[in-house]
């Protein structure tokens, strides 16, 4: 089992930038594919991005490339979400998701362990 701390969110203005952390407990870090996925007022939550296990290859939502990017490091058990020229639309609670082995890495319904989300509102 894994638990997830989700750290980072905040207010920023259009075309600044944020960087989420999530820490995650537990010895077996580097056994959990990770996922970003965000869920603003009203909608669904849809994914954001996500990481394999060694941090060797990464999947991000079209809406996203280019602007953000996801970074692991198994030795402090934490994954980052860099987030860039953010825009009003990126405003969203923004949660870290952990499962050994999604087989749509996309699909939070994949995603076993789940933090409890961190705000981030962007101003126009």
């Known amino acids: 089992q894994v638990q997830l701390v989700e750290s980072g969110g905040g207010l920023v203005q259009a075309g600044g930038s944020l960087r989420l952390s999530c820490a995650a407990s537990?010895?077996?870090?580097?056994?959990?594919?990770m996922g970003w996925f965000r869920q603003a007022p009203g909608k669904e939550r849809e994914f954001v991005a996500a990481?394999?296990?060694?941090?060797?290859?990464?999947y991000y939502a079209d809406s996203v490339k280019g602007r953000f990017t996801i970074s692991r490091d198994n030795a402090k058990n934490t994954v980052y979400l860099q987030m860039n020229s953010l825009k009003p639309e990126a405003s969203a609670v923004y949660y870290c998701?952990?499962?050994?082995?999604?087989?749509?890495?996309?699909?939070?319904?994949?995603?076993?362990?789940w933090g409890q989300g961190t705000q981030v509102t962007v101003s126009s």
């Open positions: 998701a952990a499962d050994p082995d999604p087989v749509n890495c996309g699909s939070a319904w994949e995603y076993e362990y």
């Open positions: 537990g010895r077996t870090f580097s056994s959990y594919v």
């Open positions: 990481i394999s296990w060694s941090g060797g290859s990464t």
